[in-house]
T-cell receptor, first 112, second 117 residues
């Protein structure tokens, strides 16, 4: 199984809502990533988890809260988002540095 | 430190003609290099990778890339474009193997490939 599965595929939320994005992989990868991608732009790194510990936070606002419950799961908790947070959110995993990252299909988030 | 420059933001070709997407990189160590393709509202799919083995790398869907250290380039080619190749392409550089198993990849700004019938 070489898939990274993200749910939901689409999400519309109000600025006062709380929602969560979920990412799952069963490749035994110990590094997992959240990216944000705006239209016509490359993905921007948000967070990196290595061995289930947060190793990189790219100065992301606290309204985004990552969580890694176990080595296969990665969540992104969303609260009080702004319309400019609307984007495609991508999850990825990697087995070892220098090897390729596997990306999920993304969650298209719209904040209204 | 590392960086990636995709030299063309848009490339337009006719179906059946060759494709060339250009990528230059800089890195203070031996990097790993990747090309990914992204179709609209989809995730990124790996086309091919260079990880210090053969300099001519073959990927999926007929794509190839050649790692040229002297030119710090990793250009992507395909002999004959197909309509389904129309997409966004990203060149990515990553640190080679480290102990920490995590780190930052650097993405190019992307090249939009249009294929005309």
């Amino acid at each position: 199984d070489t898939e990274v599965t993200q749910t939901p595929k689409h999400l519309v939320m109000g600025m006062t809502n709380k929602k969560s994005l979920k990412c799952e992989q069963h490749m035994g990868h110990r590094a997992m990533y959240w990216y944000k991608q705006k239209a016509k732009k490359p993905p921007e790194l948000m967070f990196v988890y290595s061995y289930e510990k947060l190793s990189i936070n790219e100065s992301v606002p606290s309204r985004f809260s990552p969580e890694c419950p176990n080595s296969s799961l990665l969540n992104l908790h969303l609260h009080a988002l702004q319309p400019e947070d609307s984007a495609l959110y991508l999850c990825a995993s990697r087995g070892w540095e220098g090897t390729e990252a596997f990306f999920g299909q993304g969650t298209r988030l719209t904040v209204v | 430190a590392q960086s990636v420059t995709q030299l063309d933001s848009h490339v337009s070709v006719s179906e059946g003609t060759p494709v060339l997407l250009r990528c230059n990189y800089s890195s203070s160590y031996s990097p790993s290099l990747f090309w990914y393709v992204q179709h609209p509202n989809k995730g990124l799919q790996l086309l091919l990778k260079y990880t210090s083995a053969a300099t001519l790398v073959k990927g999926i869907n007929g794509f190839e890339a050649e790692f040229k250290k002297s030119e710090t380039s990793f250009h992507l080619t395909k002999p004959s474009a197909h309509m389904s190749d129309a997409a966004e392409y990203f060149c990515v550089v990553s640190p080679s193997r480290t102990i920490t198993n995590a780190g930052k990849s650097t993405f190019g700004d992307g090249t939009t490939l249009t294929v005309k019938p």
